[in-house]
């Protein structure tokens, strides 16, 4: 089984504990860390060693980036350094990345950003002493204003780095579950394209068995227009439900309606929608409840406003 692979990048000789410990907390969230001296790079002999952890990022599904005091070594005959060119490499590759950045490095670099366009200050004369380099105040600004992938959270201990990227991978899974969810619920083409031959086979029956024209081929018409342009109809679609005119009249309410399948609907706080059809759960967030309950009571509305329109009372042409 795949495993996502998270690109660890940093000064090491700094920040030796911090790269042991997350090479520890990645292992027990069940993914695959990789760090430049745990063998994990692939070190082609035919490539200098620094190309070689840059070729591996791209492989990588995470990038996690910690800013301490030492600027380290320089990439190659460049003015940035290694893990700068690291993080340049991951926002090439559209890796999602997590910054951290030392909080007492963070403090002097604002002090920094204050003195360094400060004409009575030579910025060069002033001693910061959390960090080897102004350099590394550049590479933060680097990150801040980059476009994207710029958050930089701060960090006193390993203890919030662990937490930051818990809550991180956390909201990062919750979105990409969320996401899916949505564009199955929002875009169906499979269901859709089905429920409209579904519509033309019923009408062409009409048409074949009856006279061309007669009122309840017009009747059946209409109600499957307004039906099928109907948000919770789409809803229904996607819960693997196929609700024809009678059923939409049938039941006064969207839950009612969904639980006629033998479907079990509950209703959350937490917004959002999970089905385990194996089940028969469906668990629905109140917002999205209470979208679909209006676009459901707004379609039946709609719906009788034909009958009367045809003088078919409800109860006949639910009983026909």
């Known amino acids: 089984m795949a495993i996502p692979r998270v690109f660890v990048s940093s000064t090491c000789y700094d920040l030796k504990y911090i790269r042991e410990n997350l090479k520890y907390f990645i292992k027990t969230l069940g993914y695959e860390p990789v760090l430049s001296e745990e063998g994990s790079v692939y070190y082609d002999p035919t490539l200098d060693t620094q190309d070689s952890c840059l070729r591996e990022i791209p492989s990588c599904q995470m990038f996690v980036l910690i800013i301490g005091g030492r600027f380290g070594e320089a990439y190659k005959e460049t ?64 990150v801040r204003t980059n476009s994207v992938n710029n958050a930089l959270n701060p960090f006193s201990d390993f203890s919030d780095i662990e937490t930051y990227l818990r809550q991180q991978w956390a909201g990062m899974m ?32 009409q048409i074949l068995i009856n006279s061309i024209g007669t009122d309840e081929a017009k009747l059946m018409g209409e109600l499957y227009d307004v039906m099928m342009a109907s948000e919770c109809f789409s809803e229904l679609t996607w819960l693997k439900l196929k609700p024809t005119p009678k059923d939409i009249l049938k039941y006064n309410t969207f839950k009612e309606c ?3 399948s033998g479907l079990k609907l509950e209703i959350r706080s937490v917004s959002g929608m999970s089905v385990d059809f194996i089940q028969g759960h469906i668990e629905m967030g109140r917002s999205e409840f209470g979208s679909n309950s209006q676009s459901y009571f707004k379609l039946r509305k709609e719906m009788l406003n034909i009958l009367d329109n045809y003088n078919v009372t409800l109860e006949e042409f639910v009983n026909s």
């Open 174 to 205: 919750y979105s990409f579950l969320t996401r899916q969810n949505e564009e199955k619920r929002v875009a169906d083409p499979l269901s859709t394209l089905k429920q409209i031959s579904e519509k033309i086979e019923f009408l062409s029956t």
């Open 79 to 142: 003015e940035k350094s290694i893990t700068n060119s690291e993080y340049r490499e991951a926002v090439k590759s559209k890796i999602p990345v997590f910054s951290l950045v030392d909080n007492s490095v963070l403090s002097e670099y604002s002090l920094y950003q204050k003195n360094k366009s400060n004409p009575k200050i030579d910025e060069k004369t002033i001693d910061y002493p959390s960090v080897d380099s102004t350099k590394i105040f550049d590479f933060i600004e680097e």
């Open 258 to 260: 969904v639980e006629s």
